[in-house]
């Protein structure tokens, strides 16, 4: 069954952090939307990837997404390799999306950076006629998707667009803290971490703020594309006026 987008992040909750407003606002849309989480996070201090995958699904109940997937690559070893890249390539060729959303090139945590490199990869290679896949069996046939747009996460860039989430804020925040492994929890006995602060929920929101009075809206999420991007009405653009 195609779908329209197809997000992939490293760790469950890197895609509720970074562009979970823009997928909840694509599933909102109408869109098909599918997730996948690179690793299953299994060497994050705290948690357990059992309770990370039932979080994960609670998570992708609320963006409004049915279909998430698990690669399960090595947390902290996402190697370039091309077993790797064709875990990626099938997925993309059983699905079919017409957009990839994937991590930016520049990264504090090496395996954003790994994965950014193995999606392009895949990206590229998915269109391949002559590499070779199966799904349950059955030949694929190559799908490269039109476009990928790379999120930010701790990095900040300068954007290429930004999607106005003000919408759907709240459903991302929301997704955000079914992850109570992972996020600030006063009945935790686990080390605390940067992400399970208090101080942390709140660097989001302020972050999706800065985003939003960029372009004029209360909230934002800001992509990064290398390519033009055309448009067909310069009257539907969101602008900060003024």
């Not at 972050?207 to 999420?221: A, D, N, P, S």
């Amino acid at each position: 069954m195609p779908i329209d987008v197809l997000a992939f992040g490293s760790h469950p909750d890197d895609l509720e952090l970074s562009c979970g407003g823009t997928i909840a606002k694509l599933a909102k849309q109408g869109y098909k939307v599918a997730l996948a989480d690179v690793t299953q996070g299994e060497l994050g201090t705290r948690g357990t990837k059992e309770l990370r995958a039932e979080e994960a699904g609670k998570a992708a109940k609320i963006l409004g997404v049915t279909i998430r997937r698990s690669l399960m690559i090595p947390d902290g070893n996402i190697e370039i390799t091309p077993e790797n890249a064709k875990k990626m390539i099938r997925l993309i060729r059983e699905l079919r999306p017409k957009i990839l959303l994937i991590p930016h090139a520049v990264e504090r945590h090496p395996d954003h950076v790994h994965t950014h490199q193995l999606c392009r990869e895949a990206w590229f290679y998915a269109g391949l006629e002559k590499i070779r896949t199966k799904h349950k069996g059955v030949d694929q046939q190559p799908h490269r998707p039109h476009h990928f747009f790379e999120f930010m996460q701790w990095h900040e860039f300068s954007p290429s667009f930004i999607v106005d989430i003000s919408d759907t804020f709240d459903i991302k925040m929301k997704a955000i803290r079914s992850y109570a492994s992972q996020f600030y929890n006063p009945n935790s006995a686990e080390r605390e971490t940067k992400l399970s602060s208090p101080e942390f929920l709140e660097r989001v929101e302020t972050q999706c703020r800065y985003y939003g009075m960029r372009i004029g809206v209360k909230y934002g999420e800001s992509f990064f594309t290398h390519q033009t991007i055309g448009i067909g009405d310069i009257f539907q653009l969101i602008l900060n006026r003024g």
